[in-house]
Structure formats: structure tokens, C-alpha cells
């Protein structure tokens, strides 16, 4: 069982950057792939990020690609997500999700095949 808790959400101007931090709770980390995914009201919620349990491998799709950079601290049981250029339509309510994974370089980007979600943290991008 993996507990996840997210911080770091807050209200930024269109432009700015957010820090968003995701730290487990349970045992062998470093066997779970990590990911972030967000979702506004009458959206699905999509995936913003990936990350291998090695490290080695990432996924982006294309709306925040070359502005969101997902990393992970196996030592100190954290992924984070660094968004930078923010735009309004990135609002939204961003999870952590994790996934035991048996291939190191595991990135998939289907929500409903991740297992372990966290509560959300609320992203709120102005113009």
C-alpha cells in the first residue's frame, strides 16, 4: 500500500512558475513508477508527466511539453513536478498517482492504469 500527499498548489500570474512536490509514504519507492495528471471541471484527467522508477525514462504529452520537467528523489520518497510558463489553461486539480511497475522504464499515460492516487492539489493560473 502507498500513501501519496501533494504540496505545492497555489494561485500564480499566467507567466509564472509552480514547484509541486508529491512524497510516499511505504516501502521500495524506487519500484513504482510516478506520474502527475490534473483535471478541471468536465474534463478527463490527463497525464502531465511520468517518470520511470529508474529515473531514466519521462513522458510529457504535447500541451506541456518543454515547460513542465518531472523528477524524482527515490532517496527521499518524492517526485516533483516543476511547471514553468504557466498558462490559464492550466488550471486544474494536479495528482500524484503511483504504480508498481516490473520494467524499469515504464511511462504509461493511462490514468486508469494507475493504482495509488493522491487527494489533488489546486493549481490556479490568472491572466
Known amino acids: 500500500q502507498v500513501q501519496l500527499v501533494e504540496s505545492g498548489g497555489g494561485l500564480v500570474q499566467a507567466g509564472g512558475s509552480l514547484r509541486l512536490s508529491c512524497v510516499a509514504s511505504?516501502?521500495?519507492?524506487?519500484?513504482?513508477?510516478m506520474g502527475w495528471f490534473r483535471q478541471s471541471p468536465g474534463t478527463q484527467r490527463e497525464s502531465v508527466g511520468v517518470?520511470?522508477?529508474?529515473?531514466?525514462?519521462?513522458f510529457y504529452p504535447d500541451s506541456v511539453k518543454s515547460r513542465f520537467a518531472i523528477s524524482r528523489d527515490n532517496g527521499k520518497n518524492t517526485v516533483y513536478l516543476q511547471m514553468n510558463s504557466l498558462k490559464p489553461e492550466d488550471t486544474a486539480v494536479y495528482y500524484c498517482a503511483a504504480r508498481l511497475v516490473y520494467r524499469s522504464d515504464y511511462v504509461g499515460s493511462k490514468s486508469s492504469d494507475w493504482t495509488y492516487w493522491g487527494q489533488g492539489t489546486q493549481v490556479t493560473v490568472s491572466s
Open positions: 511505504g516501502r521500495s519507492f524506487s519500484t513504482y513508477a
Open positions: 517518470i520511470s522508477s529508474s529515473g531514466g525514462s519521462t
